[in-house]
Antibody, heavy 120, light 108 residues
């Protein structure tokens, strides 16, 4: 059974930093593109960042480019999201998501989410 | 980027009724890379449909997806109590991938 367990969510002040982790199990982690998707309170879903299976091709949405960095450690089956220069509008639940087996970045499995609150 | 518009915003139906949800793209999805997700309050989204019409593992056959180009539909043939939730479409055809704003299926 696929399991994705996020950690690292917290309350942080504007301009601060935070690192989220996602521990994966139940599948061959190194074979899959992994992503972060967020959901602001009461709002819809928004793609944040994605990374290739090998880790050499990260991608970020324009809204977080230059502030967030996605990475992975395939030896530890763990996905990361380093978030710097946080803004109030980054407040959201951050989901770690595994892409599917058939072509394209659709999300076959999701973690339970990590809450990030940016507030003074 | 591709804008996805879901309609209606809210659908009020009773158990046993048929639900038809629409997702319209601002430009054609050449590979029909369109997915649907269901989300209940306090829970993570769950994949229902990918590639416009392929059901994800464990999804009952009362859920079906159809469409092509710019117009896509999720149909729930007979609503069960657990189907009352918010449904999102997602296009992963043209980067950056985008989501629709959601349709809430509520119990009448």
């Amino acid at each position: 059974e696929v399991q994705l367990l996020e950690s690292g969510g917290s309350l942080v002040q504007p301009g601060g930093s935070l690192r989220l982790s996602c521990a994966a199990s139940g599948f061959t982690f190194r074979n899959y593109v992994m992503t972060w998707v967020r959901q602001a309170p009461g709002k819809g879903l928004q793609y944040v960042s994605g990374i290739s299976a090998s880790g050499d091709s990260p991608h970020h949405a324009d809204s977080v480019k230059g502030r967030f960095t996605i990475s992975r450690d395939n030896s530890k089956n763990t996905l990361y999201l380093q978030m710097n220069s946080l803004r109030v509008e980054d407040t959201a639940i951050y989901y770690c998501a595994k892409t599917g087996d058939v072509g394209g970045w659709y999300y076959e499995s999701w973690g339970q989410g990590a809450l990030v609150t940016v507030s003074s | 980027e591709v804008l996805l518009t879901q309609s209606p915003g809210t659908l009020s139906l009773s158990p046993g009724e048929r639900a038809t949800l629409s997702c319209r793209a601002s430009q054609s999805l050449g590979r029909n890379y369109l997915a649907w997700y269901k989300q209940k309050p306090g829970q993570a989204p769950r994949l229902l449909i990918y590639g416009t019409s392929s059901r994800a593992t464990g999804i009952p056959d009362r859920f079906s997806g159809s469409g092509s180009g710019t117009d896509f539909t999720l149909t729930i043939s007979r609503l069960e109590p657990e189907d009352f939730a918010v449904y999102y479409c997602q296009q992963y055809d043209t980067p950056p991938q985008t989501f629709g704003q959601g349709t809430e299926v509520e119990m009448k």
